[in-house]
């Protein structure tokens, strides 16, 4: 399984992952995202909607019901109702629930860098775990830090 780690620098959440959204769907794929914030969630939900004035990315919310219908899913707690392989950790919370997918994109920004450095550690050893570190740059272009 692969964890990517996002360090947003220059960035919200809210511009960074309808472009991770589009890129798993692309692939055929479906995504959890997983915010415990009702407020985040709630902008999450809009922007899904509205990132781009030519297109959408279908989603839902799980407090709305009818998960399994969704490609793109925003939940509270790690169930991917939708049948998702991939999971986005938006708030800033590391959950070991995540390593049960195929995929997990880990959101972290200045206030939550201590807490990501940890499961960065923690994961380190962990057989079968692939981790990769993104910074974004002033200019909002991610490189790979690690």
Excluded at 24 to 32: F, I, Q, T, Y
């Amino acid at each position: 399984m692969q964890v990517d780690f996002y360090h947003l620098a220059a960035s919200p959440i809210e511009r960074v992952l309808p472009r991770i959204a589009e890129r798993v769907l692309a692939d055929g794929g479906r995504l959890l995202v997983i915010c415990e914030d009702d407020g985040l969630a709630a902008r999450l939900d809009q922007q899904l909607w509205t990132y781009a004035p030519d297109s959408f990315l279908p989603h839902g919310r799980a407090q709305d019901g009818d998960g399994a219908a969704q490609p793109v899913l925003i939940a509270g707690a790690v169930d991917p109702a939708n049948g998702a392989r991939n999971v986005a950790l938006v708030d800033g919370l590391w959950r070991d629930e995540a390593l049960a997918f195929d995929r997990a994109f880990h959101f972290f920004d200045d206030a939550t860098i201590d807490a990501a450095r940890m499961a960065w550690k923690a994961l380190a050893g962990r057989d079968g775990v692939e981790r990769n570190f993104w910074k974004q740059d002033e200019a909002g272009r991610w490189a790979k830090a690690a």
